[in-house]
């Protein structure tokens, strides 16, 4: 029994030992990786005059420079290039950067969020048709009357010239210009007819519309439409 007794503390102060030795390692490596005031914003400053170099391109008041910049990086594969690309193409004054953008963006999402806003305009005898019409859309109503739904972005289709929607591929879901972007409606219930909506491109990072939403017979009024680009 002693000597499993002495065995057992000599265990420890080996365990001890260890875990000190591993701390210190682990506060020298943190030491070792520190970086000081002046270091930090060298670094920042010389990223930051990168970051500007590759925007002054996009800004180009050449069109034919502006687009291929654009288009190099949205090619690139890098992350903050591609970002950048997207975000200052979105919102450029040039309507084929816009459009460029647009459908980038689109292309490389799988999935947008489509908000609906019956909050002004659904009266309370109109919930449960609310309800079945957003259903149908495979969406969902919260509070205030307020509806979302995910639409699922398929391929693009040269001979329809639109994106393919996901759950109705047969049909058109999205078509693109440089400050819109049509948005085709599909139900899965018979008394919702499918409908082309437009939306506009707005200062907010969003794209907004109306729709007239009809249930079999009953008109529901308008609708707020709102997707976002960015957050």
């Not at 460029?100 to 449960?128: C, H, M, N, R, Y």
């Not at 939306?199 to 439409?225: I, V």
Request: glycine residues 8%; proline residues 3%; contains cysteine.
């Amino acid at each position: 029994m002693l000597f499993s007794i002495s065995r057992t503390r000599a265990a420890v102060r080996h365990l001890k030992y260890a875990l000190w030795i591993s701390g210190t390692v682990a506060a020298q490596a943190a030491v070792a990786q520190s970086i000081s005031l002046e270091d930090f914003e060298a670094q920042v400053n010389q990223r930051a005059g990168t970051l500007s170099g590759y925007e002054s391109y996009l800004t180009n008041p050449d069109p034919k420079r502006a687009m291929a910049a654009l288009q190099i990086m949205l090619e690139s594969g890098d992350p903050t290039l591609v970002q950048m690309a997207l975000s200052v193409g979105i919102y450029s004054a040039d309507a084929n950067l816009r459009q460029t953008a647009l459908e980038a963006f689109l292309a490389g999402t799988p999935s947008l969020d489509l908000f609906f806003d019956g909050s002004e305009t659904v009266k309370d005898d109109q919930i449960e048709t609310y309800n079945a019409l957003m259903r149908g859309y495979r969406g969902s109503v919260g509070a205030k009357n307020r509806a979302s739904l995910s639409l699922k972005i398929g391929a693009w289709n040269d001979e329809k010239g639109c994106y393919l929607n996901l759950d109705a591929p047969d049909f058109c879901l999205l078509r693109v210009n440089a400050t819109t972007v049509s948005l085709q409606l599909v139900s899965s219930d018979n008394n919702t007819p499918r409908q082309w909506v437009v939306l506009e491109l707005g200062d907010d990072g969003a794209l907004g519309g109306t729709m007239t939403a009809r249930y079999g017979r009953e008109d529901l009024g308008p609708l707020g439409l709102t997707m976002r680009l960015s957050e």
